[in-house]
């Protein structure tokens, strides 16, 4: 990890530029951002560790508490939401137990409620992990999810 | 020159200022609450708006630059809607809590409510809760009341540059945040209190105590912990300092405090407070009268020195009582009790500095305005860590860092960690190595100053001797950053004076100041150094650093005094201590310090002590040294005398009587009574009339008043004859480092938190910092699987402490370090020391220690 | 119209190098370096180029006020944020035509005389940043990229920067913190970032289809390009539709196409024929229009004219099905989240608007409740710190303007009419 980020300062006039990208590998790296990775990041950039946590507690997509082993961002703003999302929304609850923010009781899945993810064309959509899936309906969203352990 | 018009009155301006200052320049107020005088502009709030001309929206005044020909308004209906609409935005989430809250009186918000504010709140949904923290210490936060401004978050990160506070989330959910020492960097300043405009952040030692509005009194006076001298107003009830504030635009601290400051002020009200005389009687010390103290006091001295002469009889003076109370005290030494046997503890570092910069360099070479170090290009930090012996000072470090600034540190100085922008490691204790070697390679790239000083024959001569090439990391960045700089400040800490060779890092700073043209600043650890040596609390100079041994300054002070003054010049600290051991020494009187617990190697101090026929100890506790005197006389602490301090700058300042006691007497007037009853008589009314006395007689203070130094800044020399020159011939003394090579060695630690043991005594600081630790670096935890807290045993040949470690990154390998802070756990007590045969400040470095768990 | 932005994208290895090549690509730069820097800012000067990342500032006012600037280094940078609800006409750039955009910066940087270039690409893009990134190697290795590229003494070295879930961070100067390693807060103007930007050094921050434009420019001129579309802010636009249409998707088509011609001859009108209720035209910050607008033009000329915005020229078409005050509450819902919470108005007054309309969406709303709406909408307008609470505020203005009868209606039935149809 301190290699990559390594490599990454050498990117930018300055080092704290590196902090997204660190954040990004801490991230990887175990799973979400505790204090101790934070503090890792802190100290591999010489940043002040309140700036680091201030800096990511800023950005949606970095997790701040543990999540599940499989992040599903799903977009429900207008055209999502106008084209169905907020019942698959609601079908994730009945069905896995999953809630906004939540994740599910065997660590499989998490549930982040995106702004819009560029995908309006294919509403509804979500991105499960580094995947996207558009298109949605109430009966291919399970055999999508299905992939995931 | 700009001119524009605000609210139809013209102004004009010499330099480009934002609206709202032009306008308080002006004398115009406009509303505020997320712009702070030292802090950048922000625009966040937008209370500030005004109307410009030819500008279709209104616009923040606080962000906007004055223009030329700019038209201005400031009030008018639109501007008070939109500043009822903020208010109304930003009360819908504030809780109505002013009635228990302690801000109210001096809320910002509640101010700006009550001028423009909406009169009923339209917002019936649920307000935001967020719970009040009390994981701080000494802070109490509660976010519920923020607003968002970032004041606190700017000044930390800009103005402190502790970087503790952050914004955490966004939009409404925005909280300030992370504050704690225990994981982050809080320095507990407490600067953020002073920032915030609500009651989101507030010091825990007056919550629910009292109202602002309620207070008896306002004592605008200064801090008594270190040679800084922050100036603040003490609020005061009921004899009692409730809190102390700084104020922006007052002393050198221009708002800011340290948490010292800030914090400290509680000891004054400890109840082991030393309220009556008393007397040892066999093995105790038994409560007593004025009058039977005094007189046997005197009947002793006077026993002592018919018996033996004045040598025989010693004074220790104090850095932590004002100008007068040491002028008093020397006089009465040398005069009453016919010796010039003066010291104090200062010795161990910033007297032995001071003494020698000044020899070298001329009188006044160390003190320089702090204000200066801002403006440097490069600073210097040498032997300690300003940011926690010196905090304002540090701050000025590291703003010019913030500026561009280089910052090289040879020591340790984890509060410029994030700062300094050269690294440089020399090798355990030989600091003074690559001082010596950067000073050959500037003299060799840049040559003397030609101006024949006896220091550029010095520098030539030792260029001569000098055989070996140091070759360490670093060094050669650090020349050539040097030689770039014009303008550089060396700020020099005392960790290097407290070594047995530490004369040759005094030299080559002392050269590396002379070719580099630098400005010197001595850290200064209590809040009178550099005063008591101008008092004349030294053993070679008479008051206003008029060298004892020269015949005419001698009769000056005789004739003002109208007595002899012995002509040979005393013993120093350790000189008088190692004479009473050896029965030299027959009596020795101590005014306001603690040698037993101040001094290196515990047992021995002790033990001379003990030898002595008579120990006098003034103090406002019992110390570990008033136990062992025989009379122990009370005294007052800081903030209950009037009186002088002459700070590291050689600022001279008035201390304000703030609280009345009935606990003790002030020093000088004891002493005074006290050379009464010995024939020598002193009368004087109050300090001021010491005062009067000094400005006589002190070349360096010539024709001060209290009038003066409370109507503007006094630095000696002031109307002062012509200082001292330097010295006409230097010897040079080429030595080698010693060879360290045991496993381990223990060093002094000089903690953010505490100074002396009187900050022991204050709920406060030992809030924040309660206990003492073992700083220990990474590699040595790891490999005794130490975590932080964990207890450790360190032994040295002169004792050893049980102690909790606390693991920091910044720690040498082969070095543990521990303050001298905590009673019964002070690392100079287990140290040996080994004077410095040219300073004659015990070096104290090289202390093998180990370490077990337990 | 030919498509130029788009040009190739069918192609499923359009992203390819080599493809990107024999189509023509990379072919401008040979012809950029030719002119002299200066020339180059002329040129865009006449081509009449606007800013497509939704102010429709001028883009050569912006290159011309960064290179009068002396300090060097200059940063080019490319915003790839596309966080505006509805808005995805950058993606298929970014992830189809990605050569385009490097060409673009690599002539940009030229005529800026900046020699470093980052592209800042929404954290929820992750498949178009490997495909830029990987399209970065190629350039690198190809020599279109670097200290000297096609063996001249020019440089320009390029960065994909990932940001992580912020729409504040379209904002330039929020980007440019964020780029920082910050939080994404906006900064005060002046100093403009053409003066003091990254690092405090001369920045040109463009979105990436503007900068997909600049070779167009090179090929085909300044005054062939400036004839196409509306001749007061010409071009090739990219429209990306949304919502319930037929056929949505992104339609490169000359700027100033009517907002019907959109809806109807290229997204296949409404879906399933139902009747048209509104349309946002330039994303959620952009003033709703009712249906009975749709006959302005798509630029950023006329539609100010007729109360709205282009913006970023997402078209989200709403249906008679769907009930505005809920599209209300969750673009309400979308600015409280997204505000950066610098300043007062919009990080208090979305908040509130969000908690009020969510109240009378679920049958709770009071008779005050549309002039405090309205007055709150009133009282952020105008006086945020960025445009983003302007955005809101403008927003809810729009659709209280438009559908007051529906609020009216869920405050006296105490319920929505639209919910028991879901
Ligand atoms: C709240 C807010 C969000 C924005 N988001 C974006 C964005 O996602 N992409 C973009 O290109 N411009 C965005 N902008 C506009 C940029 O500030 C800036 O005007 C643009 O990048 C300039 O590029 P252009 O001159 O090529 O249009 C946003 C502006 C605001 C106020
Ligand atoms: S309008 Fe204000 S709070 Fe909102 S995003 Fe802009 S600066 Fe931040
Ligand atoms: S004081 Fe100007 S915006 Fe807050």
Not at chain 2, 2 to 11: D, F, P, Q, S, V
Not at chain 2, 597 to 612: G, H, M, W
Not at chain 3, 411 to 417: M, P
Request: hydrophobic letters at 35%; glycine letters at 10%; one cysteine or more.
């Amino acid at each position: 990890m301190l290699k990559e980020i390594e490599d990454i300062k050498a990117k930018y006039p300055d080092t704290r530029a590196a902090l997204l990208p660190a954040l990004y590998i801490a991230q990887k790296e175990f799973g979400w951002l505790s204090l101790d990775a934070m503090k890792a990041v802190a100290n591999a950039l010489n940043l002040p560790e309140s700036d680091v946590r201030g800096t990511a507690s800023f950005y949606s997509m970095f997790r701040l508490k543990p999540a599940g082993r499989n992040l599903i961002q799903l977009c429900t703003n207008i055209s999502c939401m106008i084209l169905g999302a907020e019942r698959l929304r609601d079908l994730l609850k009945d069905r896995y137990g999953l809630l906004p923010g939540g994740t599910t009781e065997d660590g499989r899945f998490s549930l982040v409620i995106m702004e819009c993810i560029g995908a309006c064309g294919t509403a509804p959509a979500m991105l499960v992990n580094t995947d996207l899936y558009e298109n949605l309906t109430e009966h291919n969203i399970a055999e999508i999810l299905g992939k995931y352990k | 020159m700009i001119t524009l018009t605000i609210n139809g009155k013209e102004i004009r301006l010499d330099k480009p200022v934002t609206v709202l200052k032009a306008a308080q320049q002006a004398g115009i107020k406009i509303p505020t609450l997320c712009n702070h005088e030292l802090l950048k502009p922000f625009g966040g709030c937008r209370l500030c708006v005004v109307e410009v001309e030819r500008m279709p929206k209104l616009m923040t005044s606080c962000t906007l630059m004055a223009a030329d020909g700019m038209v201005v308004r400031t009030e008018s209906d639109t501007i008070a809607d939109v500043r009822r609409a903020i208010l109304e935005f930003l009360l819908i989430n504030h809780p109505l809590d002013c009635p228990v809250c302690d801000k109210a009186g001096e809320c910002e918000l509640q101010d700006a409510v009550m001028q423009y504010g909406p009169p009923t709140g339209r917002f019936i949904e649920e307000k935001r809760k967020v719970r009040e923290s009390h994981d701080d210490p000494i802070l109490a936060r509660n976010m519920e009341r923020c607003i968002v401004c970032t004041r606190c978050v700017r000044m930390c990160e800009d103005v402190q540059g502790a970087s503790a506070i952050s914004m955490i989330e966004r939009g409404g959910r925005t909280v300030m945040e992370p504050f704690s020492s225990r994981s982050f960097n809080c320095e507990y300043c407490g600067n953020c209190i002073t920032a915030c405009p609500v009651g989101s952040i507030l010091s825990r030692l007056y919550m629910h105590s009292y109202r602002p509005w309620q207070m008896d009194k306002e004592v605008e006076t200064i801090c008594g912990y270190c040679g800084v001298g922050c100036s603040f107003v003490a609020q005061v009830r009921d004899e009692s300092i409730k809190r102390v504030i700084p104020r922006i635009g007052f002393g050198m601290n221009n708002g800011l405090l340290c948490s010292k400051g800030r914090f400290g002020y509680g000891f004054i009200e400890d109840s082991g407070r030393l309220k009556t005389p008393l007397i040892r009687k066999g093995d105790a010390l038994v409560e007593s009268t004025w009058d039977d103290a005094l007189d046997l006091v005197a009947e002793k001295l006077t026993e002592i020195k018919d018996s033996y002469g004045g040598r025989a009889i010693g004074g220790i003076a104090s850095a932590r009582c004002t100008n007068e109370d040491n002028y008093v005290f020397q006089k009465f030494m040398r005069v009453a009790c016919g010796t010039n046997n003066i010291d104090s503890i200062s010795r161990t570092g910033y007297a032995a500095a001071q003494k020698y910069f000044e020899g070298l360099l001329g009188q006044g070479i160390n003190a320089n305005i702090i204000g200066g170090i801002k403006r440097s290009d490069m600073v210097l930090v040498l032997g300690g860590d300003p940011a926690s012996v010196n905090p304002v000072l540090g701050l000025s470090i590291r703003a010019a860092a913030k500026a561009g600034a280089e910052v090289a540190v040879i020591g340790h100085a984890p509060g410029l960690e994030r700062y300094k922008t050269i690294n440089v490691l020399p090798p355990l204790f030989k600091e003074a190595d690559i001082l010596e070697a950067l000073l050959l390679e500037v003299f060799r790239a840049r040559g003397n100053r030609g101006e024949s000083h006896a220091i550029d024959r010095a520098v030539s001569e030792f260029d001569k001797e000098y055989s070996g090439k140091t070759d360490m990391h670093g060094l050669e960045e650090l020349k050539d950053k040097l030689l770039k700089s014009d303008s550089i400040s060396i700020v020099f800490g005392m960790d290097l004076v407290q070594r047995t060779d530490g004369h040759r890092a005094l030299f080559a700073t002392a050269g590396l100041t002379h070719l580099l043209e630098a400005r010197l600043y001595l850290l200064s650890e209590r809040p009178n150094e550099q005063g008591v040596i101008d008092a004349g609390c030294v053993p070679d100079m008479l008051p206003g650093g008029r060298p004892l041994g020269i015949p005419d300054f001698r009769r000056r002070y005789e004739d003002a005094w109208k007595r002899p003054i012995p002509d040979t010049e005393g013993m120093t600290l350790m000189e008088m201590i190692e004479g009473a051991k050896k029965g030299d020494m027959k009596a020795l009187y101590i005014m306001g310090d603690n040698p037993v617990f101040n001094l290196p190697d515990r047992t021995f101090i002790k033990e001379s002590l003990a030898s002595l026929d008579f120990l006098v100890v003034q103090d406002i506790f019992l110390t570990e040294t008033a136990e062992l005197a025989d009379v122990v006389l009370p005294a007052l602490g800081w903030p209950e005398k009037s009186g002088t301090y002459t700070n590291l700058e050689r600022r001279i300042q008035l201390l304000r009587k703030t609280v009345e006691t009935t606990s003790g007497m002030d020093d000088w007037s004891i002493i005074s009574r006290l050379s009464c009853r010995m024939g020598y008589d002193m009368l004087y009314t109050d300090a001021e009339n010491v005062m009067d006395e000094i400005s006589r007689v002190s070349p360096l203070y010539r024709n001060l008043s209290y009038k003066e130094i409370s109507d503007k800044e006094c630095l000696w020399p002031y109307n002062g004859e012509p200082l001292r020159g330097e010295a006409k011939d230097i010897k040079v003394i080429k030595e080698k480092s010693r060879d360290y090579d045991a496993d381990l060695y223990l060093a002094l630690d000089k903690p953010l938190f505490h100074s002396g043991s009187i900050s022991q005594r204050s709920p406060g600081l030992m809030d924040i910092s309660p206990e003492p630790r073992l700083k220990i670096g990474t590699r040595l935890a790891e490999k005794m699987c130490l975590k932080d807290g964990d207890n450790v045993i360190i032994s040295a040949d002169r004792g050893s402490i049980s102690i909790r470690v606390s693991i920091d990154p910044c720690v040498n390998g082969k070095v543990v370090l521990m303050s001298n802070n905590f009673k019964e756990k002070g690392a100079l007590g287990i140290m040996g020391y080994n004077l410095d045969p040219v300073t004659k400040a015990p070096g104290i470095e090289g202390c093998a220690v180990t370490l077990r768990r337990g | 119209m030919e498509k130029f932005l788009l040009r190739n994208t069918e192609n499923p290895n359009s992203a390819d190098i080599e493809e990107y090549i024999k189509t023509g690509g990379y072919k401008n730069i040979s012809k950029a370096f030719e002119l002299q820097p200066s020339d180059i800012i002329e040129e865009v000067k006449k081509s009449g180029l606007r800013g497509r990342g939704g102010a429709g500032f001028p883009t050569f006012m912006k290159w011309s006020f960064a290179s009068a600037d002396k300090k060097f280094p200059k940063y080019l940078i490319c915003n790839a944020d596309e966080g505006e609800p509805g808005t995805f006409k950058d993606r298929p750039i970014l992830e189809k035509n990605p050569h385009l955009l490097i060409e673009g910066m690599i002539i940009s940087g030229y005529a800026l005389k900046a020699e470093y270039g980052y592209i800042y690409l929404r954290g929820e893009y992750p498949y178009a940043y490997d495909v830029m990134n990987q399209a970065v190697r190629d350039a690198y290795d190809k020599g279109y990229l670097g200290d000297n590229i096609l063996g001249k003494n020019i440089k320009f070295n390029l960065v994909v920067h990932l940001g992580a879930g912020a729409y504040i961070c379209g904002e330039e100067t929020a980007l440019l913190d964020s780029l920082e390693g910050r939080r994404g807060l906006p900064r005060n103007k002046p100093p403009f970032p053409v003066n003091a930007g990254a690092w405090g050094m001369p920045t040109i921050v463009n979105n990436v289809e503007t900068l997909a434009n600049i070779p167009h420019i090179i090929e085909i001129g300044a005054d062939a390009y400036s004839k196409i579309g509306f001749p007061d802010c010409p071009g090739p636009k990219l429209y990306c539709v949304s919502g319930h249409v037929e056929k949505p998707g992104v339609f490169e088509l000359p700027m100033g196409i009517s907002l019907r011609e959109i809806i109807y001859d290229y997204a296949g009108g409404t879906k399933n024929g139902k009747k048209l209720k509104a349309v946002f035209p330039g994303g959620i910050s952009a003033p709703v229009l009712p249906a009975d607008s749709i006959d302005c033009a798509m630029d950023f000329v006329s539609l100010p004219k007729a109360g709205s915005m282009l913006g970023s020229a997402a078209v989200m078409v709403m249906d008679e099905t769907v009930c505005m005050v809920k599209i209300a509450h969750r673009a309400m819902k979308f600015f409280e989240r997204e505000s950066c919470g610098k300043c007062t108005p919009c990080r208090e007054g979305t908040e509130w608007l969000r908690k009020i309309l969510e109240r009378i969406e679920n049958g709770r709303g009071r008779n005050e409740d549309i002039s405090l709406l309205t007055d709150i909408s009133n009282n952020i307008f105008g006086k945020s710190f960025c445009a983003l609470g302007d955005g809101a505020a403008g927003v809810m203005k729009s659709i209280l303007k438009h559908f007051r009868a529906e609020f009216e209606e869920h405050i006296k039935e105490k319920r929505c009419r639209f919910k028991q149809k879901d």
